[in-house]
């Protein structure tokens, strides 16, 4: 029998398998596959709402070298990027370090039932509840609030002062901490061996000793996990910003997403549109490698 | 390092019987005040949001803190619901169909992955892990175009089909690593038994695979809840809207109608509250096992 005939009767012999995969493939052919081709083609040319698509080379990209919004845009990512790293890094890590410390395993079990509730509530509705709560006096809850403690002059018009929006945007959700996260983190926790932890503590080493030499090294896969997840969601999620500011007051909040989808639904541009969908690829695609990069040494066990 | 050296000593010297985690040098007491600031503060904007759903208007501006009375409950979430009862109707169906459809393919497709070698499996799977890398952001505009010329939008197809295709590359590589796992001795003796290969799918590896199931239906379905941006472009006719969109324009409608706005807010959060009431433990496992670490 000679090679081809060989596969030939394998593929005969294995032709349901294939069926059992037709499904997933047809989807993802049609529903990923195509779309993400027709983008990287498209960002080469002017495309408008008519679906009319005329080869300009890289003129888009070009243009958007010397679009201010686009530029400022990505100046607010890259902020807004930075903090949420911060904020991952380090808010639900405490939170799971703090019940991870609990005597009692009943504590344990409640306080991560109520800090991952409000993983139930839609995320369109934390961020409508956050812009009342940011909103303009006398309704606005932070206002409200600082009203009652007598901090008038520190009242402000939150998401509606090009000054402070930014900075409002990111203290929407404090204390930041993220249900995902934190079960990540104290998944990560269990699993440090209770060996360690014993010849840690007949070292006589204090809890924070512990928390700097061994859970914190020891929670590097975690870290390196949610760098990642977290940098891949902020750069293209940009429903949450359409939502608060809608890239405003003028552009002091816009972000690349949020632009992209502007440039196409708004001005009809939607060659444009593909070219910033291009870059912000480009861009995930680099931070993402960079990050492996940088942190693929260090991996720990003990 | 030292904590290495010392470990074997430490479970030699351990007179109890070693239950690791006991005597702590940080207080109970401190650790629980922390926590408990920090569930006040997560919670808070959703305990306003509930006290402010059973408010008039009037009440709201005079009692905003603290609750009033007479409470306005029934008149707000009545309000409410007849407002957003289609949404979420919306969203249910199109939730249903998608968990679905996603659970049908991705489970069939790891399975074949897991299980069985053909030609072509290495050049197939890897074509298929590459969408991991690839953002959904990118495919945004030319995915609208598209589903257009397909004469898609204002169908629930436009969400249900790119939904089904959304997490592919992701579920498929967690329930394969699960389906390897599974012992093939329970496979062989299905075979004895006169089970053919896809019998062994449904009769084998299923039924063994429920939790991994649930976490990864509760993940779907909480991004179908969560999505904005794709059912805003594809659905003009108010009628097919889902709960998020709704809730978008909800806002807009009603202008000092706060109780209502805050009670359809809290009704848009039920469905998910009791998926989760169901699942959690399922689901809190499921994370903890590692069916969120890629």
């Known amino acids: 029998m000679n090679p081809t005939q060989n596969l030939w009767s394998e593929l005969r012999k294995s032709w349901h398998l294939y069926l059992f995969l037709a499904p997933t493939f047809a989807f993802i052919l049609i529903f990923r596959y195509y779309p993400a081709g027709s983008a990287v083609f498209h960002a080469f040319t002017r495309w408008n709402g008519a679906g009319i698509a005329t080869w300009v080379g890289l003129e888009n990209f070009q243009t958007l070298l010397t679009d201010f919004i686009f530029v400022a845009s990505l100046k607010n990512i890259g902020i807004i990027l930075a903090a949420a790293l911060v904020k991952v890094l380090i808010f639900p890590m405490l939170a799971a370090e703090f019940i991870f410390n609990l005597r009692s395993e009943r504590g344990q079990y409640w306080y991560r039932f109520l800090l991952i509730l409000p993983i139930v509530v839609p995320g369109i509705v934390v961020t409508l509840v956050w812009r009342f709560i940011m909103g303009p006096r006398p309704l606005g809850v932070l206002n409200a609030l600082l009203e009652l403690l007598g901090l008038t002059e520190w009242q402000h018009a939150w998401l509606a002062d090009p000054k402070i929006a930014l900075i409002s945007v990111l203290l929407v959700g404090f204390p930041w901490i993220d249900a995902i996260a934190m079960l990540i983190y104290y998944a990560g926790l269990q699993n440090i061996s209770g060996d360690v932890l014993d010849a840690s503590r007949i070292d006589g080493a204090s809890i924070w000793e512990r928390v700097m030499r061994v859970d914190l090294p020891l929670l590097f896969g975690q870290f390196k996990l949610l760098i990642i997840i977290t940098t891949i969601f902020t750069l293209q999620n940009f429903g949450g910003m359409l939502v608060l500011t809608n890239g405003g007051p003028g552009y002091a909040t816009m972000v690349p997403g949020l632009w992209m989808y502007q440039r196409a639904f708004l001005a009809d541009r939607f060659g444009y549109a593909s070219a910033i969908g291009v870059v912000l690829l480009v861009a995930m695609l680099a931070l993402t490698w960079i990050n492996n990069k940088l942190l693929k040494e260090a991996d720990v066990t003990y | ?294």
Do not use: C
């Not at chain 2, 650790?31 to 709201?60: E, G």
């Not at chain 2, 175009?145 to 967690?174: C, D, E, H, S």
């Not at chain 2, 019998?199 to 991994?212: D, E, F, H, R």
């Not at chain 2, 059912?231 to 097919?240: G, N, V």
């Open chain 2, 1 to 294: 390092m030292s904590t290495i050296s010392t470990s074997e000593t430490a479970t030699a010297l351990s007179l109890r019987p070693s239950r690791t985690r006991q005597p702590r040098h940080v207080s109970n007491f401190v650790v629980s005040v922390v926590l408990v600031l920090l569930v006040v503060l997560t919670l808070y904007p959703f305990v306003f949001m509930i006290i402010t759903s059973t408010k008039s208007y009037s009440q709201f501006l005079h009692s905003y803190w603290i609750p009033a009375w007479p409470p306005h409950i029934v008149e707000n979430y009545v309000a409410a619901w007849n407002q957003i009862r289609g949404y979420l109707i919306n969203t249910i169906y199109v939730g249903v169909l998608t968990v679905v459809g996603f659970l049908f393919t991705t489970t069939l497709a790891a399975f074949v992955f897991a299980r069985f070698r053909f030609p072509g499996k290495e050049l197939l799977f890897g074509s298929l892990m590459i969408l991991m890398m690839i953002p959904q952001i990118l495919q945004l505009i030319p995915a609208f175009m598209w589903v257009r010329k397909l004469q898609l939008l204002n169908t629930y197809w436009v969400l249900i089909l790119p939904y089904i295709a959304g997490g592919q590359a992701y579920a498929v590589f967690i329930l394969r690593t699960f389906f390897r796992s599974l012992p093939q001795g329970l496979f062989d003796a299905a075979r004895i038994d006169g089970a053919r290969d896809f019998q062994t799918y449904y009769m084998v590896a299923l039924p063994l695979s429920k939790g991994i199931l649930a976490t990864l239906a509760i993940l779907r379905v909480q991004q179908v809840w969560n999505d904005l941006i794709w059912p805003l472009i594809t659905l003009a006719d108010d009628s097919k809207r889902t709960i998020t969109v709704g809730l978008y324009y909800f806002q807009g409608e009603t202008q000092t109608q706060y109780g209502a706005m805050f009670a359809g807010y809290l009704i848009a959060s039920v469905p998910l509250f009791l998926l989760f009431l169901v699942g959690m433990k399922q689901f809190m496992a499921g994370v903890t096992s590692g069916a969120i670490k890629a």
